[in-house]
């Protein structure tokens, strides 16, 4: 009688936390709308069903139309957890309670490429009404990089031409290979997927940037913190070998995921602050 008593309690206890964790509201899971939502839910799909399993807790994935609702929903906490652009991340930083994770390693970097035969063979020679194509203003990869090289170098009276904001990588180089500006800036890493390789040697870089870290994985200090190492450990876990981890690793660039904290961007974001601010100050 007691051993059927114990069982029946087990199975009770076994029914009602299967019962609560799956009555437990779903945790928001946003990833920032650098691509279609259409390849962010082929790309990140995997991942949720993935980290839900390990977390036992389900999980919603959510983007955003823009960057900008993005960051107005981010900036209410409207997520949970968050893969976020870099400059979202930092101004997330100082107005909410975020913070990040894990992060894709290695870094990557950004460049200034020119088509391979074209005279230009400096940054310098970019300077006096040249057509430059970027991404946008308040990325470093796709442009902060370069403006800064301009401020350190005390050039920016030189610039007498604005630059074009494409905000898409494969505009731009296809802009540089039609002619339609004389150097595009995006990151190096761009010419190596199975789409452009066939372009890469048409391209020479003259300009590179320093080492930026990747988009880090950001959660909300409302949730509880056993509950945030759990997440960070089942992303950290995520292995090439696997089959979420390949998928994932290829579309992020990544070759794996680290745990990170906010301090692990302290370096980083004194530059992109310097940068971003020259920029706003001279292009009030």
């Not at 036992?56 to 957890?81: G, H, M, N, S, W």
Request: glycine share 4%; hydrophobic share 40%; aromatic share 12%.
């Amino acid at each position: 009688m007691k051993t059927l008593t114990a069982c029946i309690g087990f199975s009770l206890l076994l029914f009602l936390t299967t019962s609560l964790n799956a009555a437990q509201p779903a945790l928001k899971f946003c990833v920032y709308p650098s691509k279609s939502p259409k390849f962010i839910a082929v790309t990140y799909g995997p991942l949720v069903k993935y980290l839900s399993k390990k977390i036992d807790r389900p999980i919603k994935l959510v983007t955003a139309p823009d960057r900008k609702t993005f960051q107005v929903r981010a900036l209410k906490e409207e997520y949970d957890l968050a893969l976020a652009c870099v400059a979202c991340y930092f101004e997330l930083l100082d107005k909410t309670s975020y913070y990040a994770i894990a992060r894709g390693e290695p870094s990557f970097t950004g460049g200034i490429f020119v088509k391979k035969e074209s005279a230009i063979t400096s940054p310098e020679q970019l300077l006096q009404g040249k057509r430059i194509a970027a991404v946008k203003q308040y990325s470093y990869a796709g442009f902060l990089f370069w403006y800064e090289y301009v401020i350190e170098n005390n050039l920016q009276d030189q610039l007498t031409r604005p630059p074009v904001f494409l905000e898409n990588q494969d505009s731009i180089i296809y802009a540089v290979l039609n002619n339609k500006v004389d150097a595009g800036i995006f990151r190096t890493d761009a010419l190596d997927t199975y789409k452009l390789t066939p372009l890469k040697d048409q391209f020479r870089i003259i300009l590179q940037s320093r080492e930026i870290p990747h988009f880090p994985f950001i959660v909300s200090a409302k949730l509880d913190k056993d509950l945030v190492q759990k997440i960070s450990d089942s992303l950290t876990s995520l292995s090439i070998n696997t089959p979420e981890g390949k998928k994932l690793f290829q579309a992020m660039g990544v070759q794996r995921i680290d745990a990170v904290s906010d301090r692990d961007y302290d370096t980083f974001r004194q530059s992109y602050n310097k940068a971003l601010t020259a920029w706003k100050e001279n292009n009030r």
